[in-house]
């Protein structure tokens, strides 16, 4: 018996048209998924590309600006602290290393804060003049000195000393009276003589020795000296109404000093030889020998000089007018200077002599007086930089050196934020220094790190205090070994009193970029025609944690 035929169930066309609905709702969503992702990925991928660069660029520059201030602020304090003096007070300033993040894409960028190069540093180099001081001869200790193989007598009117054999003598001759004093020596020995007396007769005689320097005190001496032993002679008179004889001096180079009113030097010289006569007083007269030979060369200098009351710049007036020469002979050459103040052109002189009128606008330092000196030249060292590792922007390097705040972007031109203590005005310098007694290690990474400094000691070097002032012809000179070279040349080209005063040498970027991290060092010299400065040193120990 057959089975009974199954017959299946027949979908309605609503069935159908549902299960074709929910296909179709299976694709559309399928696709929206993907466009989902794919608006997603296309957001990140902008972000990524765009708003994170951007967003960490400017935590870059946030961080940048934050650290030139926090250095700038530290320039501040170091500057108040050297004002004010305090000794063992401290300055702390924290620095912002790391900049802000954003997270999950991207973490912070960070910093290396550190010393300077140990070749960076800047010196100070300048001489001071005082006020003149009057340092006439005194001529020593009385009837002191050493007589080295020679022989000594004196009595109550004279002094006789007589060397031989290389013997030398320095001796110091003063008594009191009318005098005579004899010193003879021979065999090639020397002699140094001061003798303070008037009225008085000197003779010195040598024959194959020297007369290598004599100094005369007193007035109305009269002088002979006869030192024939070729070698230089110095002489010194000083006083009034004195007569200097020089009766032979053969081959010698002799040096004449005299100061004083109404002195005389005449001299008879043979053979060839060089004398200079400076002469400074009033009515006095040199007198030349008339037997030189072609080799004779004499120059007489007079300066106007009133010994009586004496004053530290010659010449005065037109007092050496009053003076003559004489003598000569036409073989030689003989040649009279005539310095004053007041006039110039030409006047009669004796034959064989050339006169020359010097008008002195100048001052000179008259004979007696002496400027004290002193030069300073010194180093100094202070430097802190901060080396920023921008992943989206340049990187480069922020410093305080030597009180100057600098910006060294990386492929730019070092330029001066804030500048350095340094003024000049009217020939006055002001300089403000601070020096680090010791290094410091360095930290890195993107937290903060901590600066601090310890002044231990403040010292002011001014002239307008101490009475000195700049050595006139001379400069005070700044001599500054940087790798921001470039920053302190367009600063002193940028400001106005210090156009055409600084000069750069060394490599051509380290004078005028670009900048690198690590580049070499230039060296800028600052020349400045100060007269007065006023220095203040300060030495700090530094630290950095």
Known sequence: MRAPRRHGRTRSPHTARRWRQRREKGQVAAVATILGLLIVVTFIANYLSTTLPSQMAVNDTDRDLAVQNQIGRLAALLGALTSSGKVGLQVSQPIQLGTDSAPPFAGPD?????????????????????????????????????????????TSTSDNANCAGGSSITWNFSESGIH???????????????????????????????????????????????APGGLTTDVIVFGLFDNL????????????????NHDNVVESHSGTYTLVASMFGSYDSFTAGSTGGSGVVESVYYTGYNVQSPTATCPQDNLSSTDTVAGGS???????????????GTATVATYWHAVYRKVTTSTTCAFWTTPTQAFDFTVASGLIVHLSNTYTSSGDLALE???????????????VDPPPITFQGGAAT???????????????????????????????STTTSGYSIENGTNLVLTIHSPFAAAWMNYFAETSSFVGLATCSGPAVA???????????GTVVLTLPATTASIQLATFVPALS
């Open 180 to 226: 005579n004093y004899n010193v003879t020596y021979t065999g090639g020995g020397n002699s140094k003589l001061n003798l303070s007396t008037s009225y008085s007769t000197i003779t010195v005689s040598t024959t194959g020795g020297a007369l290598s320097y004599m100094v005369v005190i007193g007035s109305h001496d009269t002088i002979n000296v006869n």
């Open 110 to 154: 960070g910093a290396v804060a550190g010393p300077l190069d140990p070749y960076s540093n800047l010196t100070v180099a300048y001489t001071l003049v005082g006020s003149p001081v009057y340092s006439p001869p005194s001529g020593g200790v009385p009837n002191s000195g050493h007589l080295s193989g020679c022989t000594f007598a004196n």
């Open 402 to 416: 030597d009180g100057m705040v600098v910006d060294a972007q990386g492929g730019g031109i070092p330029l001066a």
């Open 245 to 260: 004889t020089l009766s032979s001096t053969a081959n010698s180079a002799v040096t004449i000093l005299v100061v004083g």
């Open 511 to 521: 004078c005028s970029g670009p900048y690198s991290t690590g580049g070499p060092i």
């Open 431 to 461: 300089i403000v220094l601070t020096s680090f007694a010791s290094t410091f290690g360095e930290d890195a990474g993107v937290g903060t790190a901590v600066f601090t400094a310890r002044m231990v000691s403040d010292q002011i070097l």
């Open 330 to 344: 036409n073989s030689g050459t003989y040649t009279v200077t005539y310095n004053n103040t007041a006039y110039s």
